[in-house]
């Protein structure tokens, strides 16, 4: 049997990342740069003031010194005067630097007087002054290839007149949920039905990382319904289906991709919940069979399927950190298996992350997902954890869930 770590290695190799497009620069917040980008000009593109003030030569300026004012430049405005020894520039913030000024005083450290000003403190070389290129320079290479845009870099990108930037396009993937006991949630109700909750659960799970989730349905526990069904499923960029992937006498999920030519890589994961998940390939699309208790399907996706759609999508970081989190109550658990145990997380007074089980972790209870605010991982080779003891957690959705 694959364990966590083997499992999401092989299913991340075997993906990649999908065709490059140019989106306009707001439709890239939120997704990764294709390609690495390199500076195109400097950044300030010119000196500038970093004050509204008079542009000085520092060497002029004693404490006390009148000088006279011989120009007056806003933003935005042209250089038409410079600053001859002994005299001043009026300036506005983010105004050229005139020629041979090297120094901005701002208005507070001066007494403005008619055609002129007293220079009130000491002045140094450089003082306020923006230089050309101290940010950026030509050349320079600032965002990483597969890097998320964030509102900063959008305005990098922006500063540059770089309107249009290349990103892997949206991963499209399939949803299948599959059981003769499914209904659709606008359906009218029959005894023994269960709602098909894990399709909207995975649609949100897609949308949450920028993917694109295309709703096939619900298949029946029939190869004839299986087959249709995942022939159009297989079309997509990927397909994810639900249920039908342990022993039951009807989970013919395997069986049925085999036979539409996906190979299967792995079935079984050494891990809780979620063990009986497979993982195939046919070409380049991977085939995710997910477990089909809803937890465990929202748990799979996130430990398995989110981090090959991400490097489909053309991300550099692909899974989420693994923070430090210390108990508050002890644990046990069964020897010999990962557990991903759904922990309800708090700070503490010194701001330190403490977690406690969510709930009931049997994979029925939907409850304790909601109180989750993370997933912690109990080693394989351990049946027991103590309070006070330290463990790995990663944060489910985003970390707002800590916020106040
Ligand atoms: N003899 C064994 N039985 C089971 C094993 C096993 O190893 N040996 N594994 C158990 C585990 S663990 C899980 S998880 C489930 C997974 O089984 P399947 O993936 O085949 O899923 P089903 O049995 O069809 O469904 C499980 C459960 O989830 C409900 N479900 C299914 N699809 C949906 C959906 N789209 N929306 C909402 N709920 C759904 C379904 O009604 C069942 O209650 O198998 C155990 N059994
Ligand atoms: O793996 Mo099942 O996913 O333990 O409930």
């Known amino acids: 049997m694959y364990t966590y770590y083997q499992a999401r290695n092989l299913i991340v190799e075997s993906v990649q990342p999908l065709a490059i497009e140019k989106v306009s620069l707001l439709d890239a917040a939120g997704r990764a740069v294709a390609e690495d980008i390199v500076a195109n000009q400097p950044l300030p593109l010119f000196d500038n003031s970093a004050m509204d003030g008079y542009a000085v030569r520092a060497e002029d300026c004693e404490s006390g010194v009148i000088l006279p004012v011989q120009g007056y430049i806003p ?84 500063s540059f007149g770089m309107s249009m930037v290349k990103v892997c396009r949206r991963v499209r993937v399939a949803i299948l949920s599959t059981g003769d006991e499914l209904q659709e949630l606008d ?106 208790n809803p937890v465990s399907t929202m748990i799979t ?29 002890p644990v046990k658990k069964k020897y010999d298996r990962l557990q991903l145990m759904r922990v309800a997380v708090e700070l503490n007074d010194e701001g330190e992350l403490m977690i406690a089980s969510a709930g009931d972790q049997n994979t029925g209870i939907l409850r304790t997902m909601i109180d989750a605010q993370a997933i912690a991982l109990l080693a394989p080779d351990r049946d027991y954890y103590a309070a006070g003891d330290s463990l790995d957690i990663h944060l489910l959705g985003a970390a707002t869930a800590l916020g106040y």
């Not at 000024?101 to 923006?130: C, M, Q, S, Y």
């Not at 022939?231 to 069986?255: K, P």
């Open 301 to 329: 996706f996130e430990e398995f399927v989110r981090p090959a759609l991400l490097k489909m999508m053309g991300h550099r970081t692909l899974y989420k950190p693994l923070l430090k989190a210390r108990l508050q109550e």
């Open 75 to 158: 933003a935005g405005g042209k250089i038409d005067c410079r600053v001859e020894p002994g005299t001043a520039v009026k300036i506005m913030t983010g105004a050229p630097v005139p020629p041979g000024a090297d120094a901005i005083v701002p208005f507070e450290e001066t007494e403005e007087g008619k055609d002129k000003v007293t220079i009130l403190g000491r002045v140094k070389k450089g003082d306020h002054i923006r230089w050309k290129g101290e940010d950026i320079k030509p050349g320079d290479k600032i965002i990483d290839a597969g890097t998320v845009l964030r509102p900063a870099e959008i305005s990098l990108l922006a």
């Open 187 to 292: 359906e009218l109700r029959f005894e023994g039905g269960i709602i098909n909750s894990n399709s909207w659960a995975l649609a949100a799970a897609l949308r949450e990382i920028g993917a694109e989730p295309l709703m096939l349905g619900i298949a029946r526990d029939n190869i004839e319904s299986l087959r249709e069904k995942m022939r159009d499923g297989l079309q997509a960029d990927v397909l994810i289906t639900s249920a039908g992937v342990s022993a039951g006498d009807r989970d013919y999920v395997r069986e049925v991709l085999e036979e539409l030519g996906v190979e299967q890589k792995f079935w079984k994961i050494n891990i809780k919940p979620g063990k009986p998940t497979a993982f195939g390939m046919r070409g380049d699309t991977p085939v995710f069979s997910l477990p089909g």
